[in-house]
């Protein structure tokens, strides 16, 4: 592999679907293998809310990736055949221009100053990364939970752009429950007393309420089956209650530690605007309905469901790939046996991985 890790600046004003405008935005892109000549072996992989663009470890960043199993040499997606893309989604603290990176205008860090942005301000961002990489078509876009929103609407806004596209234990739109659940989180973080309107400072940060959204995310991501093999009502150190209220119950330690780590890697802002931009997310009412928004898709479409995930449904991926069936679409579905919920993509490499390189390396015909 001959991994890269650069920024890539538009060096212009970058119009917002909010109508709000972005002065000179910087995407944090990483690069994996090679192209080829006639650049027809380039896949984008889109990671999800909190993700970055280390996708896998490489020779110059031995650094776990975010996807270790699933991209590398001889894997799934394989970098010894396709070269590989992941940039950092904007709106993040990973590298691309968020709500962490100074305002040209004041000098000083946007926090609350920044535009509302969106799956499509993300996915119009990486298109320009794609044309400054001198790449006409893409074999393939890929992405598991928001990075599937990613995949979905560069298949409906640029169909002539890609190949093929895979969607991973995604959705059309959030549910009314998810919606409630990023809702509380954004509140934890807001009311926590540190949050200051946004404008904390590096040694004051909003640890207490980000601790708190990522504790309500992290529940979202696992499944009934899987906590309760996991943790059940098993008690930390005791054999019997203390009848206080310190964290007894192994699934509250755990929580915690989950809480506790992702404080240190992450910027409480930055996770407003990605939990924000997830809401937003809706093809039916951006277009009108799922047939109008996929009625123009072009590329051959991999839907890949979690049995036990309960963010995003077996039903909501069966639903649009019924639209896609009606459309007469190229069009694949897969639902993952898991009781690992959500983050089974994450954690059953084995279970995705020949479905997924099966699906690449197939032709039209």
């Known amino acids: 592999m001959n991994p890269l890790y650069d920024i890539f600046s538009l060096k212009e004003s970058f119009k917002l679907e909010s109508g709000s405008v972005i002065l000179d935005p910087e995407i944090a892109y990483e690069t994996f293998g090679t192209l080829n000549k006639d650049g027809s072996n380039a896949i984008l ?21 975010w996807w270790d199993d699933i991209v590398g040499p001889n894997k799934a997606i394989n970098t010894n ?90 959705s059309a739109s959030l549910s009314a429950q998810a919606l409630a659940f990023g809702t ?79 404080v240190d890697r992450f910027d409480a802002n930055a996770y407003l605007y990605l939990s924000k931009a997830l809401s937003y997310f809706d093809l039916e009412k951006e277009y009108g309905s799922l047939h109008d928004a996929f009625k123009h898709v072009q590329a051959r479409l991999l839907f890949m469901s979690i049995s036990s995930d309960w963010l995003y449904s077996t039903e909501q991926s069966k639903n649009m790939v019924r639209v896609c069936m009606n459309l007469n679409k190229d069009v694949s579905f897969c639902d993952i046996e898991s009781d690992y919920g959500h983050d089974a993509f994450l954690i059953e490499h084995e279970k995705f991985s020949p479905i997924i390189q099966s699906f690449l390396e197939s032709n039209h015909d």
């Not at 992989?45 to 990736?65: D, I, P, R, W, Y």
């Not at 006409?136 to 929103?149: E, F, N, R, T």
């Open 81 to 170: 055949e396709y070269f590989v893309i992941c940039s950092n989604i904007l709106g993040s603290c990973k590298g691309s221009t968020g709500p962490t990176h100074n305002n040209p205008k004041t000098k000083k860090p946007y926090g609350l100053e920044f535009p509302i942005i969106t799956i499509g301000d993300m996915v119009q961002i990486q298109k320009e990364l794609i044309d400054y990489l001198g790449i006409k078509k893409l074999h393939a876009v890929v992405g598991p939970s928001m990075g599937g929103m990613q995949a979905l609407h560069w298949a409906i806004k640029f169909p002539d752009r890609l190949e093929k596209c895979v969607v991973i234990a995604s």
């Open 45 to 65: 992989v889109c990671h999800a809310l909190t993700g970055n663009s280390h996708v896998t470890q490489s020779n110059t960043n031995t650094n776990t990736g």
């Open 184 to 262: 509380i989180g954004r509140n934890a973080i807001i009311s926590d007393k540190q949050f200051q309107d946004g404008a904390y400072d590096e040694n004051n940060k909003p640890k207490r309420g980000l601790g708190i959204a990522r504790m309500i995310g992290h529940v979202t991501y696992l499944s009934k089956e899987s906590i309760t093999q996991k943790f059940g009502r098993k008690l930390q150190t005791k054999e019997s209650y203390g009848y206080n209220l310190d964290q007894e119950f192994q699934v509250e330690s755990y929580l915690k530690h989950q809480g506790d780590k992702f």
